[in-house]
């Protein structure tokens, strides 16, 4: 179960879980008290959780360090601070037109009546989170589920004991416990958490648990956000390959070495260009990226386990006699969980690397003949949760927006659209289900209730009995 041992600086789990049920007691009650906080209490919790990160800054980054051996400060400041700050004042400033009741068109052969969308809170949210973005998963999400005025408990993950502590720590001294708070624990919580009567569950991390996840919230018929993982392919296609697309691929892929949901998995690269896109990536790193995995900027693998399971995808590649290329001359540091990226070129298709996620610095680069080709090699896989695509050919780029599913889509660069406040962030089928950020996690986090009013001048004699020449017209 990893490095690190699994519950380590946790409660006991049976004291955890009865804390856990507590939590979820008081904040119903809460609920019940106030089921509707108006836009001025839900700013205030906005601004309360946008202070909070800021404040935390430092411990932030001390934390990640801590949990991941290896963790840049800008990653930490952009991702898991501003870009959770950023949401959070996308929240504010969008309350007013979220919280509005929608007006829709009601039904004129029933008179005048005026119809409308109102969203309200739906309750008592878990927010389950995964190790590899504990503050960006953890308090992201927040600022959609508090805009739609709900209480939440978060549960983060047993692989990250610093994160969890600071999230603990931080959210204990900013909402109160029957508001917004954290349960930490081990396996044994988080197997026991989706079972629990809430009343909506994000879950955050691998489809296997994402399925399990599914099945026990079914006992209360819980509603779910499912984000999930899988393979996102990237397509390089002969009209995309420029300095500045290496440059956004690799990029993309460093981060966080590898280890976030949208990290470019594999490249499906034209045939044509495989050679001149392999040696541009290869000359790329070697002006710009020297010895990256020596430096601040490169993250650590998680857990001993990761690091082991990422080294059987490199020993199996290597076994089968496959192309490849290893990036830097430094090889992989055991001890602070370093591994520099390698490059897998046109890998068999039975290799584990081709059929798992790879979550980690190896990039497979496989051959395609035209675009319909590439089309085909993602159609047949799970539906992804992000596709990129690179390339000035429009009719390219159309057949790819028309011809594939996924969560989103980035066109000339990488799992950009995950980074846009104004669109929504999801996956679907093995990849998940729902959506948050922006309007989309507002209301994914509302109970979309359908209001009509009928105005008490409307006859509606034409559809109750008698039944006569009234009812024929309509
Ligand atoms: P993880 O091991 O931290 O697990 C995620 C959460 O699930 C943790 O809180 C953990 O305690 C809990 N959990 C684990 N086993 C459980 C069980 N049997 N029952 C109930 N809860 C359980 O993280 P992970 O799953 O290794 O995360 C990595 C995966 O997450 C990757 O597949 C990645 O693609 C995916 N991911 C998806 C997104 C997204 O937005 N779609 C974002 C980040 C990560």
Redesign the pocket.
Known sequence: TGSKPVGAGILNDSIAIDRLKESLKLQKAAFRRNSNPSQMERTAHLRALVAMMAANRNKIRDALVQDFSAHPTEFSDLIEVAGVMGRAETAINRLPVWMAPDRREAEPMFGTPTAFMQYQPKGVIAN??????PFE?GCGPLAEMLAAGNRVIL??????PACADVLEEMIAATFDRDHVTVSKGG?DL??A??SLPWDHIL?????V?GR??MA?AAENLVPLTL????KCPTIMTSTGLSSRNIQSVLGMKLAKNGQ???SVDHVLVHREQMEAFVSALQEYYRTNLNNHSQSPDCTGIITQRQLDRLVGLLDEANISGERVIHLEDSGIDRDRRIMPLTLIVDPKPGLSLMNE?I?GPILPIIPYDSIEDAIELINQRDRP?CINIYSQNPEEIDAVLERTIS?GVTVNGAALNGVCPSLG???IGA??MGRHHGIEGFREFSNNRAVYFRSEQDNLASIFPPFGEATRDL
């Open positions: 389950v989170v995964p190790w590899n973005l998963l549960k983060p993950s047993e692989y990250t396996l988080a197997k958490l989706p879950y955050t991390g691998s489809t648990v399990q996840i026990a984000e999930l993982g899988g976030i949901c949208v996620e979550f949760l969560g962030f999801g996956g990849s998940g």
